[in-house]
């Protein structure tokens, strides 16, 4: 979600998730390898392909399941089609805008001061209030329950004793999704 230029980086490797920000199905991924390494760089399971090396080694894995890879070309499309940078402003105003408005309905601060909001793009923290998903083994049945009874999608983590709900904000989300879970929130906290 953000403009890289992998080359630029000065990176040996470099991985990401094509269904995260380009709206790819699950399971689709690419790994950019630098020259000088792409000789030991193989696959962990191995086929037809063995010993071919990088990156025709990764284009037959056995049984797997190549729709999410063949699908990355048309999602890289539509994504392109409703252009990148549009797409950043849209995504990082929404997640700013839904901190913003959750925060505030559960009475906390944001989690990370909003004068380093350039650090990041679509995705944001916000603690939860006291006591609420607070451990690692809280946070799983905490998010089922949001997801059951408010029909939201969100995921989270426990830091340090605090719960954490992290938001991500995406072409196809709009302010009314993070004003429903404004709304929520605090009725499913407070039963």
Known sequence: MVN???GSLGAAYYTGNFHKWCCAPRGSAGLWVREEHRETVAPLVTSWFVGDGYPASFRWLGTDDYTPYLAVPAALEFMRGLGWN???AHNRALARYGR???GEALGVD???DPALDDLFEAMTIIPL???IAATAEDVGPFYARVADELG???IG???DGRGYLRLSAQAYNAPADYERLAEGLPRL???
Do not use: K
Request: aromatic share 0%; proline share 8%.
């Open 4 to 6: 890289l230029d992998i």
């Open 157 to 159: 983590s426990a830091l």
């Open 100 to 102: 913003d408005t959750v």
């Open 129 to 131: 209030p006291e006591g």
């Open 86 to 88: 549009r797409v950043r």
């Open 189 to 191: 906290l407070g039963d």
């Open 110 to 112: 944001p989690a990370v």
């Open 152 to 154: 939201v999608e969100v």
